[in-house]
């Protein structure tokens, strides 16, 4: 595959996670809201493989830190990635290196794999999201279980579900018609 298609996969997919992520519930107990961004973040690192999704991510993150309003809410700007909710994003990195590599190992494509890796993203995210909370409001640990970890544990444990769902449902329908293996990775 050329590297303009790969270039326009990765810009797909940083389109994708910028408009998932104005699916946004704010909480009133937490400066973190409840948004859909992790579903883009999953399924670029599985369909795009490890290079591209990185590729799909950092330029989401660098649109976003340059001011265009592709954060939740519309929001955009250096303040959302040195803010208290910032290191939810820097999350995205290693969570999308994650997932990808794991898929570019054909023996590591059973669900069960694909889940596990796409839980162990959503543990990364979680961790570098609560160190930066912690951080930045000065919570104890327990105050950022509270308020940034526990009450998104079943949003986000649906949204792994739905992502890896989504990903056999892609994967399954490009090899059966034809299209062969996740053309979308190297």
Request: glycine share 12%; proline share 6%; charged share 10%.
């Amino acid at each position: 595959m050329s590297n303009l298609k790969h270039l326009t996969y990765s810009a797909l997919f940083t389109g994708i996670i910028a408009i998932l992520a104005q699916v946004a519930i704010p909480l009133p107990f937490s400066p973190v809201p409840v948004t859909g961004q992790l579903i883009g973040v999953l399924l670029a690192g599985a369909l795009l493989g490890s290079r591209n999704g990185l590729l799909s991510v950092t330029a989401y993150l660098l649109l976003g830190a340059a001011g265009a309003p592709v954060f939740s809410m519309a929001r955009g700007g250096i303040y959302m990635l040195a803010g208290p909710t910032g290191g939810y994003l820097w999350g995205f990195l290693p969570a999308v290196l994650l997932v990808g590599l794991a898929v570019e190992k054909k023996e590591s494509r059973t669900y069960l794999r694909i889940m596990v890796a796409m839980m162990g993203a959503l543990a990364l995210i979680y961790l570098f999201g609560g160190l930066q909370l912690g951080l930045i409001l000065r919570y104890t640990p327990t105050q950022v279980l509270l308020t940034g970890i526990i009450p998104f544990l079943p949003f986000d444990l649906f949204k792994v579900f739905l992502a890896a769902i989504m990903y056999y449902k892609i994967s399954t329908s490009l090899e059966k018609n034809g299209l062969g293996e996740i053309p979308l990775r190297r």
